[in-house]
C-alpha cells in the first residue's frame, strides 16, 4: 500500500506499517546484546530488549549478564501484576519441583526478605540468615517448626505483638521469651 506507507506480508490489505499475516521469525545475522529491540517513539526507552549473545530478555531495560534470563524493571509502583479475570481460585505462580529455593523475593542491596523453599517440606521465610523475622514449615512427614518466630540480629523489640481489630495490644513476647499481657 504505497499510498498509505504500508507493507504487507501475506495479506493484500495492510493495516499498519508493517502488517505481518502467518508465522514470523526473527534472525540476528549475528549475535548482539540488543539484537531486537522495542523502544519509544524518541528511541529512548527500551519497553523490551532481546540479548541473543548471552540468551537474555529485559522489559523496561537492557538486560545485565549474569543477573537471569527475564529481567523485568519499572518505574511504576508495581514491576509485576497477576490479574485472574476468569472465575478460578486466583493467581498461580508456578516452579518447577526442586530441592532447594522454589521463589526468592529480594530487595536491592539486601539478602532475601521472602522465599519460599521446598527441602522436604515447605518452608516460608521472611527476611534471612540470622535475620529470618518468620518462619512457618510443613509438609508430609516434616518434624520442623510449623511456626517459628525470630527476633531480629538487634536484639531489640519483641518477637511478636498481637493486636485486637480495633487496635488495642492483647499480649507480646518480648525478645526474652516472656508472654506479657496487653496494655
Same mark, same amino acid.
Given at each position: 500500500?504505497?499510498?498509505? +506507507?504500508? &507493507? ?9 506499517? /508493517? ?16 539484537? $531486537? ?9 527500551? /519497553? @523490551?530488549?532481546? #540479548?541473543?549473545?548471552? =540468551? ?7 538486560? &545485565? ?16 501484576? $497477576? ?19 522454589? @521463589? ?9 526478605? $521472602? =522465599? ?6 515447605? !518452608? ?6 540470622? #535475620? ?12 520442623? #517448626? ?14 511478636? #505483638?498481637? !493486636?485486637? !481489630?480495633?487496635?488495642?495490644? /492483647?499480649?507480646? $513476647? ?7 499481657? +496487653?496494655?
Amino acid at each position: 500500500d504505497t499510498q498509505n +506507507g504500508r &507493507v504487507g506480508i501475506g495479506t493484500g490489505a495492510a493495516t499498519a506499517t /508493517l502488517d505481518v499475516l502467518g508465522t514470523t521469525l526473527l534472525q540476528s545475522a549475528t549475535n548482539s546484546t540488543t539484537a $531486537f529491540q522495542i523502544q519509544n517513539a524518541a528511541g529512548t526507552s527500551n /519497553l @523490551l530488549v532481546a #540479548d541473543t549473545t548471552n =540468551s537474555m530478555v529485559g522489559i523496561d531495560m537492557t538486560p &545485565v549478564v549474569n543477573s537471569g534470563s527475564l529481567q523485568v524493571s519499572a518505574s511504576s509502583t508495581y514491576v509485576a501484576s $497477576f490479574t485472574n479475570t476468569s472465575s478460578g481460585n486466583g493467581v498461580a505462580i508456578n516452579v518447577p519441583s526442586t530441592t532447594g529455593t522454589a @521463589l526468592t523475593i529480594v530487595e536491592t542491596g539486601h539478602s532475601n526478605v $521472602f =522465599s519460599i523453599d521446598d527441602n522436604g517440606g515447605t !518452608y516460608i521465610n521472611m527476611g534471612s540468615g540470622s #535475620d529470618i523475622g518468620l518462619h512457618i514449615a510443613g509438609g508430609s512427614g516434616n518434624t520442623a #517448626d510449623i511456626v517459628k518466630l525470630t527476633e531480629g540480629n538487634t536484639g531489640t523489640g519483641n518477637l511478636l #505483638d498481637l !493486636y485486637s !481489630y480495633g487496635g488495642s495490644q /492483647l499480649a507480646e $513476647f518480648t525478645s526474652g521469651g516472656a508472654l506479657q499481657g +496487653g496494655n
